[in-house]
């Protein structure tokens, strides 16, 4: 069974840096897509970041482009998303996710699995 577990989130100001893990269980990753989704009070799930395990492909949303950076370290089996110059409205439920067929492109459908998600909160 896999599990995904993500942990990091908290309250940050705006124009600093928080980074958020995903400690990912159960499965060997090393043919998966894994992906950050975030979602804010009354607002759907939207996509963030992803990346094949194997680290040759990234694909970020424009809104994060240059500011947050997607990694994963493979000796712990860990995903990072590192966060720089937050902004109020990064404020949101981070979620990681863990596709098996499909690419950085995939939608949220495109997912198998799913974390419980990290609040992270920048504040002004």
């Known amino acids: 069974q896999v599990q995904l577990v993500e942990s990091g989130g908290g309250l940050v100001q705006a124009g600093g840096s928080l980074r958020v893990s995903c400690a990912a269980s159960g499965r060997t990753f090393s043919t998966y897509v894994m992906g950050w989704f975030r979602q804010a009070p009354g607002k759907e799930r939207e996509f963030v970041a992803a990346?094949?395990?194997?680290?040759?492909?990234?694909h970020y949303a424009d809104s994060v482009k240059g500011r947050f950076t997607i990694s994963r370290d493979n000796s712990k089996n860990t995903m990072y998303l590192q966060m720089n110059s937050l902004k109020l409205e990064n404020t949101a439920v981070y979620y990681c996710a863990a596709s098996r067929y499909g690419s950085p492109w995939s939608p949220a459908t495109g997912y198998d699995y799913w974390g419980q998600g990290t609040q992270v909160t920048t504040s002004s």
């Open positions: 990346m094949h395990w194997s680290g040759d492909t990234t």
